[in-house]
């Protein structure tokens, strides 16, 4: 865990950041990988031989195919064909099968994850690592990453600032944290295109995206990865209707400029999600005002997003300012 100094400067607040890039795989999705496929195997579901299948934003997929690769099993990969190409061909590196996709709505068939789930029925042997609705994700949290937070800030946590890709780090972390202590804020950090900021917010699975004549059949409304929903998970419920008391929407925008602002004053290379994080951790110290600790994660560094984040002209294309002038709102 480190403090970001730019931020904790600014707000008079300790803004901790626990440095999840730092993991083997490159990301927190380490950890989930590593108990989705323990749990299936002390379960039966996973045997010596057998066929990993995941449908993936990219990140979960690479640390399975790790996994895959330590303890012995082919690893099946389905991933929507605007992810950045680093990710791919990471995964490729790995062994994994990478079956790609175009991005497209959870009910139609060829989402990716109702094609990994597909595929996983029709190959003899495989299983269906299922991250967004198996709770071994919230449990690889709520067991081990929360404690860690805990421990490593000698319990003097006031906010636990997260965005959801599956859900399973807010709930699990939130979940333990206030199992220590009842006031400690969970907030979500959602992108712009998430339902999630509504749902927390005013009980309604709902984003302007939605609307009317504006709905997108391949939706592509922000430049993050991995992170933000138009559903509910069960990974996202098990943090309970209570626990996640807020939620902030940070714009594409916001997240570019937090990236090259960490860049160049703490010298962090983060990706979006990391990003956007931080970016709410940020408005959270500011609410809360001076003499308040405020943690985060940095789920994974820039070196995936280097095509997509980090690339001028593709951020312009976009409609996005990728100058930085030291401010940031």
């Known amino acids: 865990m480190v403090r970001v100094g730019s931020l904790s400067t600014e707000t008079g607040c300790e803004v901790l950041a626990k440095c999840e890039f730092l993991n083997p795989g490159g990301t927190s999705k380490d950890r989930i990988a590593k108990n989705i496929v323990l749990e299936a195997e002390r379960d039966g579901l996973l045997k010596p031989g057998g066929t990993i299948v995941e449908g993936t934003s990219g990140s979960t997929g690479i640390s399975l195919a790790q996994v895959a690769c330590a303890r012995g099993y082919k690893c099946v990969i389905v991933l929507p064909d605007d992810q950045a190409l680093e990710k791919r061909a990471l995964l490729t590196g790995l062994g994994a099968r990478v079956e790609l996709v175009r ?45 860690e937070i805990w ?32 006031a400690v804020r969970v907030v979500l950090a959602d992108p712009q295109g998430s339902s999630l900021h509504s749902f927390v917010e005013h009980g309604t ?48 925008q916001e997240v570019v400029k937090m990236s090259r602002r960490v860049l160049r004053e703490d010298g962090l290379f983060v990706g979006s999600s990391s990003a956007l994080n931080l970016v709410a951790a940020r408005k959270v110290a500011l609410q809360l005002g001076p003499g308040h600790t405020v943690v985060t994660v940095l789920c994974g560094s820039g070196s995936r997003e280097q095509t997509k984040l980090y690339n001028d002209a593709y951020l312009r294309e976009r409609g996005l300012d990728v100058s930085f002038d030291g401010s940031i709102s």
């Open 205 to 252: 699975l709902y984003t302007k995206e939605q609307a009317e004549r504006r709905v997108r059949r391949h939706r592509d409304d922000t430049i993050t990865e991995g992170i933000g929903l138009d559903r509910l998970t069960a990974n996202f419920c098990a943090a309970g209707r209570q626990c996640i008391g807020q939620a902030i929407r940070v714009s594409d």
């Open 103 to 147: 991005p497209a709505a959870i009910v139609n068939s060829e989402h990716y994850v109702n094609k990994a789930r597909r595929l996983a029925a029709e190959t003899a042997g495989a299983f269906f690592a299922n991250q967004f609705e198996n709770l071994a994700n919230y449990r690889a949290h709520l067991l081990n990453t929360g404690p």
């Open 151 to 182: 421990e490593q800030t000698q319990g003097q946590v006031d906010a636990f600032v997260m965005s959801a890709g599956t859900g399973g780090t807010i709930a699990g972390v939130g979940r333990f944290l206030q199992a220590q202590n009842p």
